[in-house]
């Protein structure tokens, strides 16, 4: 459908639309929309269709004609949006548009104003017409819009000559800087219900509520986010390639939660996002596994699937990146040692949560392709938490970091066997010097609470359970493997047809084995995690293939950890195919 001009008048609120001129703007009788006290009784801007733009035209180049803030001759308007025009120190607010156009023109209320302070970062509002003038005082520099408005304001002290006569003595006192907000009001949007779930805060939203992230390097400061981000907005303009266009006219590409303001990873509307919980105890070697996990995947999918796993986003997944590389790419025990995750260390960042700053962890995010099925791609998201995080009491309302489990696709709960003492009578013999390291326990307890936070949020009663796949690791079985006997564990991954396939029965008795060990040995830990789901498979898994060696740093501290020499993950990858192979059957097939 054709677009139009579609055109406010800022001051007294008359609106038209344009179809393709010439259209005049003055104060003459013959102008299509007359304004007052204009500097000629001719028309001073005239707007005119040429090809497939509107262009807007200085009509008596006396040079009082202002588009999106700047003095034009003549200036050919790009595509879809919005844009602010000023003549004579008229204001009026431009769209160029289809249908929807009449929408826009019924939301644009003149009779309200916003101030935007970008020193302060901060909104005023909204105030009457009359009122920027004496709030702003004689300060330049300072955006103002009336609402409706969305993309694109005017400079105040272009505009406030013609603001100052209209309702002044009509309303109440002006407001003093103390009374006013310190952002737009916005509608409230539901946090539990909608089409998309945030990968960083784990709120949901619909489409409409996506934010954009400005590009112009004059619009850094985001009022909540702080002076150091661009500005997230509602984009109401686009290009020709359907990019949001941002206040200063620049295309803003990439998109932000509208409830913690964090960038979304890329193609984050196109295609599903499965977030992936991995729980665990304080060093049990959560940030290896899933170091070594990202590497595994990347081969395993392609070799044996024909998928490729790859970085959504390279610069995002950077910490993670760096763990992978000290881990793979190193020749010492000193320089492949990760640091255990802090709470409040590189892998997290503050953010704005329902009202309050928190600290939530970043995601990791890496995208599943099939070239010959390019519509069933998704993206898988990780979190690196800390053991902490699971423990009971953390989980307040200022530290929610653990909170994505209630919305995860799948859940990898890491047990630790060396920490429990059962397991450890039985591992009489075996070098390692993790068993010289005596630590309390209490992975079963850390099992319950994650069933109690995921059952309150999600509003459940005790005795139900969830369908969420959990794969429970019984990590480090390079020390312990041997206590299943003397027949291996089966291959899960087989041949089935162009590509491979998981072979969901020898997962399942391969299962079974495990889950056998574990009511032995260690039974709290199957009955709290069958309590919580009713798809729950046990996995044996050594992340590093060997037992590690000890070690003293620079700091002459004793440390203990992987000899990169010797690096030889085992059955990394199958907890996460089986859980794929539950979402995406399409992608990893199943034979039964």
Known sequence: MAESLWIVDCVGGASQEVNGGPFLIGSSPACDLRVAGGSTGLGTARIQKRGDRYVIEDAQSAGTVILDGQKVAAEALDGAGEHSLVVDGHPFAL?????????????????????????????????????????????????????????????????????????????????????????????????????FTCPVCWLKFDRGDLMNIAVHASLRGDPVLGEEHMQRFLASRFNDRGQAIDAMGVAAPENACPHCRRKLPQ????????????????????????????KMMQNRLF?????????????????????????????????????????????????????????????????????????????????????????????????PGAQHIAVASGVIFLFDPLFNSEFR??????????????????????LSEAEVRIKELLGMASHEKISTPISVIVGKSDAWKHLLGDEPLEEVVVD?????????????????????????????????????????????????????????????????????????????????????????????????
């Not at 962890?361 to 010959?372: L, N």
Request: hydrophobic residues 35%; proline residues 8%.
């Open 95 to 195: 769209l160029v548009a289809g249908v929807n156009g009449r929408q826009w023109l019924g939301g644009v209320n003149p009779k309200e104003w916003w101030i935007y302070r970008q020193e302060e970062q901060a909104w005023d509002g909204p105030v009457q017409p009359w009122e920027v003038s004496m709030i702003i005082g004689g300060t330049t520099g300072i955006i103002t819009m009336c609402s409706g408005m969305s993309a694109m304001g005017f400079y105040a002290e272009h505009i406030v000559g013609k603001l100052g006569d209209v309702g002044a003595g009509d309303g109440p006192p002006p407001l003093k800087p103390d009374d006013v907000v310190t952002e737009p009001e916005v509608s409230e949007i539901d946090t539990e219900y909608g089409e």
């Open 267 to 294: 193609g984050f509307i196109d295609e599903p996002h499965y977030i992936f919980s991995i729980v665990g105890a304080p060093t049990s070697g959560k940030s290896y596994y899933l170091s070594v996990l990202i």
């Open 303 to 399: 070799q044996d699937f024909n998928v490729r796993f790859r970085d959504s986003s390279p610069s995002e997944n950077a910490v993670l990146n760096d763990m992978k590389r000290h881990l793979f790419g190193s020749s010492s025990p000193q320089d492949a040692y990760l640091a255990k995750t802090d709470l409040e260390g590189a892998l997290y960042e503050r953010l704005p949560r329902q009202g309050r700053q928190v600290m939530l962890p970043k995601p990791f995010v890496f995208r599943v392709s099939d070239d010959d099925r390019p519509e069933n791609g998704f993206s898988l998201v990780f979190y690196d938490n800390a053991g902490e995080h699971f423990e009971p009491g953390r989980n307040s309302a200022d530290s």
């Open 425 to 446: 009578d039985r591992l009489a013999g075996v070098e390692d010097p993790q068993l010289k390291k005596q630590q309390a326990d209490q992975q079963d307890v850390i």
């Open 496 to 592: 089935g047809g162009d590509t491979k396939a998981l072979d969901s029965d020898a997962l399942n008795r391969n299962s079974l084995r495990i889950r056998k060990l574990l009511v032995e040995v260690c039974p709290a830990i199957v009955s709290n995690v069958e309590a919580i789901s009713n798809e729950v498979r046990f996995f044996a898994v050594s992340s590093l293939g060997h037992a590690p060696v000890q070690f003293v740093d620079p700091d002459g501290a004793e440390r203990i950890g992987p000899d990169p020499t010797r690096l030889k993950p085992e059955r990394v990858e199958d907890p996460i195919l089986w859980m794929l192979s539950k979402l995406t059957p399409e992608t990893i097939p199943s034979k039964t």
